[in-house]
């Protein structure tokens, strides 16, 4: 039997070490807690919103499911609905829209409208989930006073709004309350009922918002006298929307990922330490009559207690962290992607479960390497045992691994096109870069030491490179951290200036109006026609194309010197503008030109019959579709039924404020239909920073870890050092001089580090820019550098080693002779 | 079809299963497919109908339950053998009045199935009354549901034609009457059981078929026999009654057979059924005249089902075994049942359907 009665006393005996080294085990915890806090933390991020995004899936949102629209958004009537059905065409309706109530408290309730006979009954595997349970009753459902199906949260904003209405909307069309149903499945303020009572509410008697189209297989095409009102939108799995978001879920697990490294490499060094130090303990355990193996059990089961336990607290923060990121999240997957998450944090048991195992299996993988050594029982009875003498054997195999490894990163670098393999590329360079920081950071100090030749000069820069091989864990940990600071900073502050210079190009204007119908768009060009203040009306339109089963937005505008002086294009033909204005020539944006790998010069098959030639790229960030611009004459010409969109107007901005009172007064337009350039500015630029905010945040995190890992190290250190500067004290050297030698070697290795961190951190975010992004994305961004940040950056590894290096050096300073003379002694 | 074709029952199953499968607190002895269901509110079936034809086709909204059933046993020019059905159900799920558009009651179930001796394709459609999606339209009959059809191709009704398809298949028939319409039971009042559960019910046994069949990228020309039942109740079966075994034959003399046999939980099955001689006069049997045995039991989609059959009716010196087209005639739907084409022999041979449902 390998657990016995004598487990319990070796147990006691093993975990004791942890009390008398309350430094080992704080810098145990620190490194288990962060790395299980960060994993935990980001993966309860993307649970989060990949259940939102089921939950999306399941309310015929997904962008992946087949579905029939009305051309420019107009709701299909019934009687096309009740046709398709006659002609085959296994669809089904929805009728969706937004509700608000009257009463203050003021709630918006988006409802959704379903035909269960024929969503439910479908036989396809395409039929999507409602979200509805399994025993709905459909003749509740169906029958007055009807069915209304929300979370518990509606269903208490649905019973205050029942006060003090007589008609409409909570009351059914018999002026009746419908019964109110709660389904977890259902997001607060989301409502599902049958598509009758949508139409009643929604005010769109006999017209729906959309079809489901249930089995995509279904070929047919559209009878012609459809096909000028509806569209069928067959979804592309590329473009569906987990896939777009599953790259913004990958930045965020990577980081993540980087900061259980960082957390690991803090458990390895409190192992390699405990260890180490226990060896005289195990010695004695094994002489009590305890065998190898079972000192292995126990060993083992100590490790497991002892790092669930930790874990606990690590999943609390992970969870706490998630909750704190989470709003800054649901924005900006909802700005870029349209994906609706939900804000309110849910955890699945599965969750706890996954964050325990990676607790356990980190701290396994962090403590194999001494576990072995432990197996071997190779005799350690020299203090310095493990001191690591990079110069030597152990620098060249070092230096052949980081060999081998770069080598493999420029093979990835020059093979791989997935996402994946992006982030593989940047691994291999950390790791490089780990294997290599020891190296030249020792290669850095021997360069010193053959400057000394004094003996106290000789000594300081020995004594540093022998500290590095007890502090390289901790240095590479900085080192990552640091690089990824500067990378992602780097990155982000690239972007948002790229962003920022793209926004004041492409909003050139300085009001754009919306009208709601024809009939208001001519009277409003009428009106501005008379301003003087108003310099030019540049009106645009759209329509909406399936290209390769790919939903593309074509834009008409009037060519204009605000376009042709300010459009931020990427290439270009020479005379482009010329061409988009008299040869209907057009322009796409990067991200179409990426997926349909389509240059300067190719033609693009946007209708059946005439092909155009593509005269120019431009960059489009933040927008997941394909868009195609071209003149709207052009576009009016082969797409007669595109809709109008809004007016750019050119006005002196002094006269900017009347403008728009004038319009409102004539008008009476609604919020969102006059837009001024700066608010359009100010909410994009908004929903860039939330992109990036948990991106940031992340980050810090890491950067915080790795100062801790630094200081723990230290600490571990000082304990050590006490015998080393025995003998130097004893040699006449005062302990200010040693406090201030001891400050010095420490700030000098953190600069090498920092300086070391900032070319590889130039490399990461050159990968970011230029192979993440494009692969996440779909754009590329120019690659900026930002001295300011490494000097930042710089400093804050300073002062992380300040910070880490006071506790051991008030230790030195207050170590009364006695106590550094017994060191002295020890050391003999 | 008949008759308490169970499709009465799909339909009372559809909404049993769709509807009421979900609130668990349902009573549960409603019969097969909920057809035992109360019927409070709905018209009830009384004695002494008057049921003409063609006005027999119509809908009869104030009715619960009603369905229009089509059977063919059909041949292609090469000798090849199908069976076809063409089932259109209706139920309402509250009495009248009639609510208008979305809100109407009418729920609507279309059935089609195509059996050969190595294939049984099936599929079924769900619709709402009120938007158009199926109905009943008339004085020149049409029914459908989606692209299934059903319409007289002028207003008596004398020629008919039938259509569907679904993925892999599909098919087109034209039906001409060649004999009168058959009123089954007493007039059209068809007892269903001992409680005096009713149903009206009217057949047009005499009907030859002939048309295309396509399966896959195959399309074959078929001639042949069909039948079709017109059936509507507000409770058509006991509380108590399982389910049921149907068959219609068209024997090789011309005359035409309809039996059911209705099963109760507790033995004392309620039987019935009517022969029609070539001329087209009904004799309604009574229960004490119609032996059916079942005899050879197939296993399909899990269950025993009686696929050969022995019937006997001593007043008409009829003793035949049947045999299926195809023992896998299984209708794997919402509400799954066995129906499909057969064979028979002994005193008279000739082809015929077969539908069982509760097994």
Redesign the interface.
């Known amino acids: 039997m390998l657990f016995q009665r004598s487990s319990v006393w070796v147990l006691h005996a093993l975990l004791s070490h942890w009390w008398k080294h309350p430094v080992q085990l704080s810098t145990l915890m620190v490194g288990l807690v962060a790395a299980t806090a960060l994993w935990s933390g980001v993966q309860a991020l993307n649970q989060q919103a990949r259940m939102s995004y089921d939950q999306a899936a399941q309310r015929f949102n997904s962008l992946n499911q087949a579905q029939l629209t009305g051309i420019n958004q107009q709701p299909i009537a019934q009687q096309d609905y009740v046709q398709l059905r006659r002609l085959g065409w296994p669809v089904t309706p929805l009728v969706e829209g937004q509700l608000t109530t009257d009463l203050s408290p003021q709630y918006s309730f988006t409802l959704v409208g379903i035909e269960p006979m024929t969503l439910l009954n479908t036989e396809s595997a395409q039929a999507p989930a409602t979200g509805l349970p399994t025993n709905l009753s459909l003749n509740q459902f169906l029958t007055p006073p009807w069915e209304v199906w929300l979370s518990a949260r509606t269903k208490e904003a649905v019973l205050q709004a029942f006060e003090g209405v007589d008609t409409g909307f909570p009351l059914n069309p018999l002026g009746e309350r419908p019964n109110l149903r709660v389904s977890n499945a259902l997001a607060d303020y989301e409502m599902m009922t049958d598509i009758y009572l949508a139409q009643y509410w929604l005010e769109m008697d006999q017209q729906h918002s959309r079809l489901l189209l249930l089995q995509d297989t279904f070929a047919q095409p559209l009878p012609n006298e459809l096909s000028s009102r509806l569209r069928v939108i067959i979804p592309q799995s590329d473009h569906d929307i987990s896939r777009l978001t599953e790259s913004f879920h990958l930045n965020l697990t990577a980081l993540s990922l980087l900061a259980y490294l960082v957390g690991l490499l803090m458990v390895y060094s409190a192992m390699h330490l405990a260890m180490n130090q226990r060896r005289s303990l195990y010695r004695v355990i094994t002489a009590c009559g305890i065998d190898q193996r079972h000192l292995m059990a126990c060993v083992l089961t100590e490790l497991l207690l002892l790092s669930a336990l930790i874990a606990l607290p690590g999943l609390l923060l992970g969870y706490w962290i998630a909750s704190w990121l989470l709003p800054d999240l649901s924005t900006s997957l909802a700005g870029l992607y349209g994906a609706q998450v939900d804000a309110n944090l849910s955890l699945t048991s599965r969750w706890w479960f996954q964050g325990l195992m990676m607790a356990w299996a980190g701290t396994l993988l962090a403590s194999l390497l001494p576990l072995l050594r432990l197996l071997n029982n190779k005799p350690n009875n020299r203090p310095d045992a493990n001191i690591i003498h990079f110069s030597g054997s152990v620098g060249s195999r070092l230096m052949t691994l980081a060999l081998i490894s770069a080598t493999a990163a420029l093979a990835v670098a020059y093979t791989g096109q997935s996402l994946l393999s992006g982030f593989l590329l940047l691994g291999l360079i950390f790791t490089t870069a780990a294997l290599l920081l020891p190296l030249l950071v020792d290669k850095v100090l021997a360069l010193g030491q053959a400057l000394f030749s004094s003996a106290l000069g000789q000594w300081l820069w020995a004594d540093a490179r022998l500290q590095i091989s007890h502090l390289a864990i901790a240095l590479i940990a900085l080192l990552l951290a640091l690089s990824t600071s500067i990378g992602v900073g780097g990155m982000v502050e690239g972007f948002r200036h790229t962003f920022v210079g793209w926004l004041d190009q492409r909003l050139a204007a300085e009001v754009y109006v919306r009208a709601d119908s024809q009939q208001q768009a001519d009277e409003l060009y009428a009106w501005l026609d008379q301003h003087e203040q108003v310099k030019a009306i540049l009106p645009s339109a759209r329509a909406d194309r399936v290209l390769h089963q790919t939903p593309i937005e074509l834009r008409g505008i009037q060519v204009h010197a605000t376009y042709v002086d300010h459009w931020p294009l990427l290439s270009r033909m020479d005379d482009a503008w010329s061409q988009i204005e008299d040869q209907g020539a057009v322009m796409i944006n990067e991200q179409l030109a990426r997926q349909l790998a389509l240059n300067l010069g190719d033609s693009i098959p946007l209708s059946t019959d005439t092909s155009f030639s593509v005269v120019a790229i431009y960059s489009d960030y933040g927008n997941p579709k394909g868009q195609v611009m071209m003149s709207i004459e052009t576009l009016y010409q082969h797409w007669p039924h595109a809709e109008q969109g809004s007016f750019a107007l050119r006005v002196d901005p002094d006269q900017l404020d009347s403008l728009k009172d004038q319009l409102n007064e004539h008008f009476s337009l609604g919020d969102n239909q006059v837009l001024d350039q700066l608010a359009v500015k100010d909410f994009s630029i908004r929903l860039f920073e939330r992109t990036f905010a948990a991106t940031r945040a992340l980050n810090l995190l890491v950067l915080g870890v790795a100062s801790i890992a630094l200081l723990s190290s230290l600490l571990t250190l000082s304990s050590l050092r006490l015998t080393q500067m025995a003998p130097v004290w004893a040699s006449g050297v005062s302990r200010q001089q040693l406090m201030f030698f001891e400050l010095m070697r420490l700030l000098f290795i953190a600069l090498i580090t920092a300086m070391l961190a900032i070319p590889l951190g130039l490399l990461i975010s050159y990968c970011l820019v230029t192979v993440i992004n494009v692969r996440a994305f779909g754009w590329a961004l120019p690659w900026q550098i930002f001295p300011q940040q490494w000097f930042n950056l710089t400093l804050s590894a300073l002062i992380s080693a300040l910070l880490a290096a006071i506790i051991p050096l008030l230790k030195l300073r207050f170590s009364s002779p006695g106590k550094l003379l017994k060191g002295f002694r020890d050391d003999q | 079809m008949i008759s308490n074709r169970f499709i009465a029952s799909l339909f009372l199953l559809l909404?049993i299963k769709?509807?009421?499968?979900?609130?668990?607190e349902q009573p549960t002895s409603q019969g097969f497919a909920g057809l035992g269901a109360e019927a409070e509110g709905f018209a009830q079936v009384m004695p002494n109908p008057t049921i003409t034809y063609p006005d027999a086709l119509n809908m009869h909204p104030d009715y619960r339950i009603e369905w229009w059933y089509v059977t063919a046993n059909l041949e292609s020019d090469s000798g090849k053998r199908f069976g076809v059905q063409w089932t259109l159900f209706r139920q309402a799920?509250?009495p009248a009045p009639q609510r208008e558009?979305?809100?109407n009651?009418q729920?609507w179930l279309g059935h089609v199935g195509i059996t050969h001796a190595d294939q049984h394709l099936f599929?079924?459609r769900?619709?709402?009354g009120g938007?158009?999606?199926a109905g009943i339209m008339m004085p020149q009959f049409h029914a459908?549901i989606?692209?299934w059809s059903l319409k007289a191709l002028d207003e008596e009704a004398q020629f008919l034609a039938v259509s569907a398809?679904d993925?892999g298949f599909h098919y087109q028939l034209s039906l001409s009457k060649t004999g009168p319409y058959i009123l089954q039971g007493d007039q059209g009042f068809s007892v269903k059981s001992d409680q005096g559960q009713a149903s009206y019910y009217m057949s047009l046994p005499f009907l030859d078929a002939e048309g295309s069949i396509t399966l896959g990228d195959e399309t074959f020309s078929v001639t042949g026999q069909a039948w079709i039942d017109r059936e509507w109740s507000s409770q058509p079966l006991a509380e108590d009654q399982q389910g049921w075994d149907w068959f219609s034959l068209h024997l090789d003399n011309g005359d035409k057979l309809m039996l059911f046999r209705l099963r109760h939980a507790h033995e004392n099955h309620y039987f019935s059924g009517t022969y029609i001689s070539a001329n087209g006069n009904a004799y309604p049997l009574r229960p004490e005249q119609i032996q059916m045995r079942p005899l050879t039991e197939h296993k399909v989609a899990g269950r025993q089902v009686p696929v050969e059959w022995h019937l006997t009716l001593d007043d008409h010196q009829l003793d035949v075994t049947t045999r299926p087209l195809n023992p896998n005639s299984w209708m794997a739907t919402?509400i799954a049942y066995w129906e499909g084409p057969i064979t028979f022999s002994g005193t008279h041979s000739g082809r015929g359907y077969l539908e069982m449902t509760g097994y």
Do not use: F, P, T, V
Request: hydrophobic share 40%; charged share 15%; glycine share 10%.
């Open positions: 909404l769709m509807i009421s499968a979900c609130s668990q799920n509250s558009g979305w809100a009651q729920l599929a079924e769900y619709a709402r938007i158009g999606q459908w989606d692209d398809a993925e919402g």
